[in-house]
């Protein structure tokens, strides 16, 4: 079994930077964030393999989010420059079995509770 919490959320403006963590409890796999806000579908923001050599992000965040874990204190983190008021949503943290990067959040098998990120503008 994992657990996962997530920290780090908060009220920031457009053009910040907020980092947010996820502690995971269990063995080592494949990470991922999401993010979602009401009335719409949790959609992928990013992901990193087991060993951290491999990561992938959504088009939207490209450039400015970056993903990456320290398997030592069994933290992930994802470090968000350049917020925009439309980052705002709740980020999950999400562990998967599989043995690949994926975004396709059916294929993640744990959820931690969620933080709220607000990028006013």
């Known amino acids: 079994q994992v657990q996962l919490v997530e920290s780090g959320g908060g009220l920031v403006q457009a053009g910040d930077s907020l980092r947010l963590s996820c502690a995971a409890s269990?063995?080592?796999?494949?990470m991922g964030w999401f993010r979602q806000v009401p009335g719409k579908e949790r959609e992928f923001v990013a992901a990193i393999s087991a060993n951290g050599a491999i990561t992938a992000y959504a088009d939207s965040v490209k450039g400015r989010f970056t993903i990456s874990r320290d398997n030592a204190k069994k933290m992930v983190s994802l470090q968000m420059n350049s917020l925009k008021p439309e980052d705002t949503a709740v980020y999950y943290c999400?562990?998967?079995?599989?043995?690949?990067?994926?975004?396709?959040?059916?294929?993640?098998?744990?959820w931690g509770q969620g933080t709220q990120v607000t990028v006013s503008s």
């Open positions: 999400a562990a998967t079995k599989t043995g690949t990067v994926v975004g396709d959040r059916g294929l993640y098998d744990y």
């Open positions: 269990g063995g080592t796999s494949n």
